[in-house]
């Protein structure tokens, strides 16, 4: 019997990732993730599945990020039963994602039907609540069967709290296929999280290749850079606005803060975390310490927390984070990361007049969003309908990018292409996802496909 892999996500685009795999006439499905990007695509695209859910007959995941995992609720809504093998940090973080996913469907679908328009949401929380109970956790490294014939190992990728780069082994003996999908790629030296496993041999590759074209800066200290951006403000007797998405940076700004206050280069200062996913989160990666890399677990034996230490308070409801507007010092971490939704607009509206504030930008910014205009030192930005003059100074902070940079990239994947009979390169747009092709070939890979939408290869 021929097996296949077939490309129906994230195929010359980054959002949206499934890769379907059929051994022996089952099907197992790599992430089952949601596009995102202008509403009149996404909406579209994730309303419909483009394979018949019941046909599927289990689902291996790489990491929780919406983008991997935010369609498995529409998988089961459309009558999947089988199990969705994760990670136990994976499984986590599920638990707080995919509900706030339901929530924003929800909303989206109150906002179209003012509108006049019609659109029913993927799923609602009651679908949210039987995915959960359908997913497996399992340790980095341990051996678990999928199907019959099937097992999957994960080995941490190093890029989000429970991410993992997934393996599955097909059958036994000369008549043993191995195949690798990256998920997402982490980097070496992030803080909490340990760094990328090697990765294991492979027969058949999946990767991502978000930055196949592009490398990082070269990377400054980052406490260093927060140090002065804090001592700045705090010269200036104003605030610190941190936008930061709730998985990870939200999590990364906190431990540098931690440790500046703890080594005693900055002030004990109020630091609030107000968002409720963000504090949600928190909460997830506070309980996995599991995964957390050495540093960080001796902070933890040493008697620091990073996510609790005195200071530290996490904004319960809208009346507290109101409250913050007669806060005039110290820090405010908010979502959304692009200042696109979220408290953090209420708190920029309060801000963006003061020249004594900062909005301090720790991640990256689309082109189009309100903390792109404000990066880009617009003079005036609309906030909620209304304009407001720039007053306050606007900084940006780089490298704290969860995702590994080409030459990162080829360093990890550079030793497979001994074995690696094919490569698939999924996960950024066309041309990085072709430039990085060529660099794999250069690397020594025999075959590389970059697949287009729902194209199959026979493996
Ligand atoms: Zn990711």
Not at 15 to 35: A, N, Q
Not at 299 to 324: C, I, Q, T
Not at 373 to 383: P, T, Y
């Amino acid at each position: 019997m021929t097996d296949y892999l077939q490309f129906f996500g994230a195929a010359r685009y980054v959002t949206g990732s499934k890769h379907l795999l059929e051994y022996e006439g089952k099907r197992i499905l790599f992430d089952c993730g949601m596009v995102q990007g202008p509403r009149q695509i996404s909406v579209k695209a994730n309303s419909k599945l483009p394979f018949e859910a019941k046909g599927i007959d289990a689902v291996v995941l790489s990491h929780a990020h919406v983008d991997h995992s935010g369609s498995l609720p529409r998988l089961v809504k459309c009558g999947f039963a089988g199990k969705i093998h994760c990670t136990d940090a994976t499984k986590g973080l599920l638990e707080v994602l995919l509900p706030d996913s339901a929530h924003i469907q929800a909303q989206d679908a109150k906002y179209l039907r003012k509108k006049g328009q019609q659109f029913e949401p993927p799923y609602d929380d009651e679908d949210v609540r039987k995915t959960l109970k359908r997913c497996r956790g399992s340790s980095y490294h341990e051996t678990t069967e999928v199907l019959p014939g099937v097992t999957v190992q994960f080995f941490d990728a190093g890029h989000i709290l429970g991410s993992a780069m997934v393996l599955l082994t097909l059958g036994e003996g000369s008549a043993r296929k191995r195949v690798l999908f990256s998920g997402d790629l982490g980097r070496k030296d992030l803080p909490i999280l340990r760094d990328p496993d090697p990765m294991p041999e492979c027969d058949y590759l999946i990767t991502e290749s978000t930055y196949g074209d592009r490398l990082h800066p070269p990377r400054a200290d980052l406490q260093d850079s927060l140090h002065r951006l804090i001592e700045e403000a705090n010269r200036d007797g104003g605030r610190v606005l941190i936008p930061a998405f709730s998985v990870g940076r939200t999590q990364n700004v906190l431990y540098f803060l931690g440790n500046l206050i703890s080594e005693g280069k900055i002030p004990e200062m109020p630091i609030y975390i107000d968002s409720p996913l963000s504090t949600k989160a928190t909460k997830v990666m506070a309980a996995h310490s599991e995964v957390f890399d050495e540093e960080t677990k001796a902070m933890l034996a040493s008697g620091h927390n990073p996510f609790f230490f005195d200071g530290v308070r996490y904004v319960a409801d809208v009346a507290e984070s109101m409250s913050l507007n007669s806060l005039r010092s110290g820090v405010i971490i908010s979502a959304s990361g692009m200042c696109e939704a979220g408290r953090i607009l209420h708190h920029i509206k309060q801000s963006v007049g003061r020249p004594e504030d900062c909005i301090l930008m720790v991640g990256y910014q689309a082109h189009g969003t309100l903390g792109r205009r404000l990066l880009d030192g617009f003079e005036s930005v609309k906030i909620f309908g209304k304009r407001y003059r720039v007053h306050c100074r606007v900084r940006g902070m780089g490298g704290l990018s969860a995702h590994a940079d080409y030459q990162e990239m080829l360093r990890m994947l550079r030793p497979l292409a001994k074995t690696c009979r094919k490569a698939f390169v999924v996960h950024g747009e066309e041309d990085p996802a072709l430039i990085f092709a060529g660099r794999l070939e250069e690397a020594g890979f025999r075959s590389v496909e970059v697949p287009v939408l729902k194209q199959k290869f026979s493996i």
